[in-house]
C-alpha cells in the first residue's frame, strides 16, 4: 500500500495511476484492474481525457463485486477548459460523476487557470472570474459532489490570491514536476500553505512525442529524458532499481504525490514499488542538480493557440 498524506484533511495516497493519454478501452481496463489488484487506491483522471466513463465501468465491477467499497478510493478529476466559468462548474462536475458513476469525488480540481468558451471552432478564450469560480467550486463541496477541491497548473502568484479570498483553502495544486523540473518556490510555496502537490509526468512524460503525432504537431527534439540519463542511470543501479523507480521516489522524499501514467502492468507495477528502499542525501543533492527549469517543461498548453497571451497564462513565456 502506498503511504497517505493529508490533502484537505483526507488521507490522500501517494502514489496514484495516472491516466491521461490512456484512450484504448480495452487497455485502461486491463491497467486499472492491474493497478486496483496491486494496491493502487488513488486514481486520477480529467474529463479533458475522455476516459472518465471506461473508469465508471471498471470501478462500478469492483464495487458490484464487493471486493472494494468507494470509500477505499481516492478519486480525482479536473474541470474541463471549457467547464472553467462561473456558471459551468456544476453541469461539469454532474457529468464527470455520471460518467465516473460515482456519487463523490475525493478530489475535484481546476484543470488551468484560463477557461475557453463551449463550442466548437478556435478556442475563445473567457475573462478571469477565478473568485466566483472558486465559490461555485467550494458550492461542490457544500452539495457533497466533492469531498474537497484544488488547483492544477497554477502559480504561486495565482494560488496566493485564491489563499485570500477562499472560505475552502485549495488543498491540491497538481502541476507538472519530475527531476528536471523541480520547481522548488512552487513547491515550498504550497506546502508551507499546506496545499499537497502533485506531480503530473514525473517520468517526464516518456510518451509526449505519441501524444504530439496523435493531435498532428510536430514531435519535438528538445525532450528531456528520465529514463537514459546518466545521473539517474548511476543512482539506479547503486540501488538495484530502474530509472523510473528512482525519478518517482525523488519526488516522494520531496513530500509531493506521484501519480506516473502507464498502460502496461510490469510497469504499473514497478512504479508502485517506491517504499522499499529510499535515496540517501548524495543521491537527492546529484538529482537535484538535474533540475533545469522551464525549458524541461513538456506539457505545452500552447495546443490552444494564443493561449499563453491571456492575462492568466500561468507558466513564463518562452
Ligand atoms: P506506458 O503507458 O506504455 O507504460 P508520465 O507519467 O511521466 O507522464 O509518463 C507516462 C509515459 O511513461 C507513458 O508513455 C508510459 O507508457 C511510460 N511509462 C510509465 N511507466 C514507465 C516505466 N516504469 N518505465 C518506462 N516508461 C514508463
Not at 478571469?128 to 488547483?151: P, S, Y
Not at 522524499?253 to 535515496?279: G, M, W
Request: aromatic share 8%; charged share 25%.
Amino acid at each position: 500500500m502506498a503511504k497517505t498524506i493529508s490533502c484537505g484533511g483526507l488521507n490522500m495516497p501517494t502514489v496514484g495511476l495516472g491516466t491521461w493519454e490512456a484512450r484504448d478501452d480495452s487497455e485502461i481496463e486491463t491497467a486499472l484492474n492491474a493497478a486496483l489488484e496491486l494496491g493502487y487506491r488513488h486514481i486520477d483522471t480529467a474529463a479533458a481525457y475522455g476516459n472518465e466513463h471506461v473508469i465508471g465501468k471498471v470501478l462500478k465491477k469492483w464495487f458490484d463485486s464487493g471486493k472494494l467499497s468507494r470509500d477505499d478510493l481516492f478519486i480525482v478529476t479536473k474541470l474541463p477548459a471549457p467547464g472553467i466559468h462561473p456558471d459551468r462548474v456544476e453541469k461539469y462536475l454532474t457529468k464527470s460523476l455520471a460518467d465516473l458513476q460515482l456519487d463523490y469525488l475525493d478530489l475535484y480540481l481546476i484543470h488551468f487557470p484560463v477557461g475557453i468558451k463551449e463550442g466548437e471552432g478556435p478556442p475563445q478564450f473567457e475573462k478571469e472570474e477565478h473568485k466566483a469560480l472558486w465559490q461555485n467550486m467550494e458550492k461542490q463541496v457544500d452539495a457533497g459532489r466533492t469531498k474537497t477541491i484544488g488547483l492544477s497548473n497554477f502559480n504561486v502568484k495565482q494560488i496566493d490570491k485564491f489563499l485570500k479570498f477562499a472560505r475552502i483553502k485549495p488543498a491540491c495544486n497538481q502541476i507538472e514536476l519530475h527531476v528536471f523540473l523541480q520547481q522548488p518556490e512552487l513547491v515550498q510555496f504550497c506546502q508551507k500553505n499546506n496545499i499537497v502537490v502533485t506531480a503530473y509526468s514525473p517520468l517526464g512524460n516518456p510518451g509526449y512525442n505519441t501524444f504530439l503525432k496523435r493531435i498532428g504537431v510536430e514531435e519535438r527534439t528538445d525532450l528531456v529524458n528520465v529514463l537514459t540519463n546518466p545521473i539517474i542511470t548511476e543512482i539506479a543501479k547503486k540501488h538495484n532499481r530502474s530509472n523510473a523507480q528512482v525519478a518517482l521516489r525523488f519526488l516522494i522524499q520531496k513530500n509531493t504525490v506521484v501519480i506516473p501514467k502507464s498502460v502496461n502492468p510490469a510497469r504499473i507495477k514497478s512504479n508502485f514499488e517506491l517504499y522499499d528502499f529510499s535515496l540517501d542525501d548524495a543521491d537527492m543533492k546529484k538529482i537535484e542538480t538535474l533540475d533545469i527549469g522551464e525549458a524541461a517543461r513538456i506539457v505545452d498548453w500552447r495546443v490552444y493557440p494564443k493561449i499563453d497571451e491571456q492575462p492568466e497564462y500561468p507558466f513564463a513565456k518562452k
